[in-house]
């Protein structure tokens, strides 16, 4: 499948952060983003994201998870540029257990990556945001979100309090001129399995076949949703949770 790039969306002079930018979806939207004019602080805690440096590309090696990385990130944008215009809270992970064999360390490193860490990020990015009362913050989410399986509590539970901090934030911050809104987003296929399956983007594929869609999302249409709940032209939408899971979230209802 060949995805064209969009033409009629621009990101000139913008300074965004982007985290879990080192594989997937969060690749996928440093590079939309940078392709269309941003200029991205690129967040992730493997090294690989190293390898995104370029003109307009910042690595910064950081655990979403820990205070002094959103504050790390954001003090980049503001010092580097003076402003930061888009945070995107990508990063995220997955431990596949049943509750009784979950161990506390389990539970508490899954809310620390996907719900506490965009709160972390979010809460240093609105600071930052709100003296030239304008922004655009978009959570990562999921139609786990919504839906839950066997196996994902911790990750559905996350996925739940990332809703809510979407719609409970959004409310916080439109005084400012700043809008928060999420992606459901279905099965792509990315490599948060790997620690899972020997093959997690090979999983991820075969499982989004359960979609009424019948497959899998590439990264870079999930992509193109967070960028455009980051422009312009979504300026009138606040608190949304905008699900691109492929008629996931319908078909289980």
């Known amino acids: 499948m060949t995805l064209q790039a969009s033409t009629n969306q621009s990101f000139d002079g913008k300074i965004a952060i982007v985290t879990g930018a080192a594989s997937g979806i969060g690749l996928a939207t440093t590079e939309l ?60 992970i997955i431990i596949n257990k049943l509750v009784v064999d979950m161990t506390l360390e389990d539970w ?81 296929v990315t490599n948060i399995t790997n620690h899972i399956h020997e093959d997690g983007p090979a999983f991820l594929a075969e499982h989004g076949k359960n979609a009424p869609i019948r497959r899998a999302a590439q990264p870079r249409e999930i992509a193109e949703v967070i960028a455009f709940l980051a422009s312009d032209k979504a300026s009138y939408i606040v608190g949304a949770v905008v699900m691109a899971d492929g008629g996931m979230s319908v078909a289980l209802q």
């Not at 994201?49 to 655990?63: H, K, N, Q, S, T």
């Open 33 to 92: 983003l940078h392709t269309q004019g941003a200029s991205v602080i690129a967040v992730d805690r493997s090294a690989d994201v190293e390898a995104l440096a370029r003109p307009g590309i910042f690595p910064l090696v950081a655990d979403v998870a820990h205070e002094e990385s959103a504050r790390r990130a954001v003090a980049s944008a503001m010092q580097q540029f003076g402003k930061l215009d888009i945070l995107v809270n990508n990063a995220a």
């Open 108 to 188: 508490n490193r899954v809310q620390a990556v996907n719900s506490t860490g965009a709160f972390l990020f979010s809460r240093e990015a609105m600071r930052a945001m709100m003296p030239a009362r304008t922004g655009a913050i978009v959570n990562v989410g999921s139609y786990a979100c919504y839906q839950a399986f066997p196996l994902i509590a911790a990750y559905a539970a996350s996925k739940g309090a990332l809703a809510q901090l979407t719609r409970a934030m959004s409310l916080e911050a439109i005084d400012h001129g700043i809008r928060v809104n999420a992606v459901g987003s279905g099965d792509a």
